[in-house]
């Protein structure tokens, strides 16, 4: 079975500032790995994805994450927080058999500070 | 391009009420569907997906349900609400390329 961990519900980072969520996950198959984005009273927003291909991903807003399967880590990266970033973060992990049943982490909450 | 609809935005309903919550993707076929919940302050929880018209598996046992009756119009329903059931619910569809598309919820309140 998969699952995700993330570290840290809550993480505050000042405007500017590096950001740096992390994920781990647990997957018995080579897994798919996403970052989402979720703003508040809205849907998640996928920031980007890994597919098996290269292992530095880039997403939309200047995200980025890395796959480091010895670590079996997916953590997210941005070099320079902006104010708009404050959100809802959440890793997840999807395994393909006959169907993509995608596995969520419990979130990290980011907030930027002026 | 693929879109995915949900509806409604919000809905405050009596406990002991029936629920209907309707999705729809346009755009695509034979989609995976899901229905998730995210309670407040928690992380998204997997209730049903379906693989197929008719094809429905649950992942907790609770009072809700779901339906497939078109390829691309999946149902979350209740016979009679509770106040558990309160919280944010997301429709999402997954092509055959793994990752999983979102709705814009539908906010429950249960009274």
């Known amino acids: 079975a998969q699952s995700v961990t993330q570290l840290g519900s809550h993480v505050s980072v000042s405007e500017g500032a590096l950001v740096l969520l992390r994920c781990n996950y647990s997957?018995?198959?080579?897994?798919?790995l996403f970052w989402y984005v979720q703003y508040p009273n809205q849907g998640l927003q996928l920031l980007l994805k890994?597919?098996?291909?290269?292992?530095l991903v880039k997403g939309i807003n200047g995200f980025e994450a890395e796959f480091k399967k010895s670590e079996t880590s997916f953590h997210l990266t941005k070099p320079s927080a902006h104010m708009s970033d404050a959100a809802e973060y959440f890793c997840?992990?999807?395994?393909?058999?006959?169907?993509?049943?995608?596995?969520f982490g419990p979130g990290t909450s980011l907030s930027v500070i002026p | 391009s693929q879109t995915i609809h949900q509806w409604p935005a919000t809905l405050v309903q009596p406990v002991g009420s029936p629920l209907s919550l309707e999705c729809t993707v346009e755009?695509?076929?034979?989609?995976?569907l899901y229905w998730y919940r995210q309670a407040a302050g928690r992380g998204l929880q997997l209730l049903f997906y379906s693989v197929g018209i008719g094809q429905i598996s649950s992942e907790v046992p609770q009072n809700l349900s779901a339906s497939r009756p078109q390829d691309r119009q999946f149902i979350l329903s209740s016979k009679k609400l509770l106040l558990s059931d309160s919280g944010f619910y997301l429709c999402?569809?997954?092509?055959?390329?793994?990752?999983?598309?979102f709705g814009q919820g539908t906010r429950l309140t249960v009274v």
């Open positions: 997840a992990v999807s395994v393909r058999t006959s169907y993509d049943k995608v596995i």
């Open positions: 999402a569809w997954s092509p055959l390329t793994a990752e999983a598309f």
């Open positions: 890994y597919t098996s291909a290269a292992t």
């Open positions: 997957s018995s198959v080579p897994p798919y």
């Open positions: 755009g695509t076929s034979n989609p995976n």
